[in-house]
């Protein structure tokens, strides 16, 4: 009967280190998902990043096409002043 608590104590030991196995596997396999979860994330923002750097660059090209419509009015408003002036000056105006 001597060797009884000698066996109690290691299936003692064995629930424990099972048990401390368990959470190390458990824990493990919430990191892995956790990267799964952040690659996709990744994965996700890089998509979303082009798909803006796309837009970007077609907001700044009719931003640039707008300036040079924009500066031709105005070069034209200025002529067509300066057309009035004329003709006023002409009429004594």
Request: hydrophobic residues 40%; aromatic residues 0%.
């Amino acid at each position: 009967m001597g060797d009884k608590p000698d066996v109690s104590g290691a299936l003692a030991r064995l629930d424990r280190a099972l048990l401390s196995l368990e959470l190390a596997v458990d824990k493990r396999r919430d990191k892995g998902l956790s990267m799964k979860a952040l690659q996709g994330d990744l994965k996700r923002m890089s998509v979303e990043r082009s798909d803006l750097t796309s837009s970007l660059e077609s907001i700044k090209a009719r931003s640039e096409k707008l300036e040079g419509a924009n500066e031709e009015v105005s070069r034209r408003l200025g002529a067509a002043m300066e057309s009035v002036r004329a003709v006023l000056e002409q009429h004594g105006g």
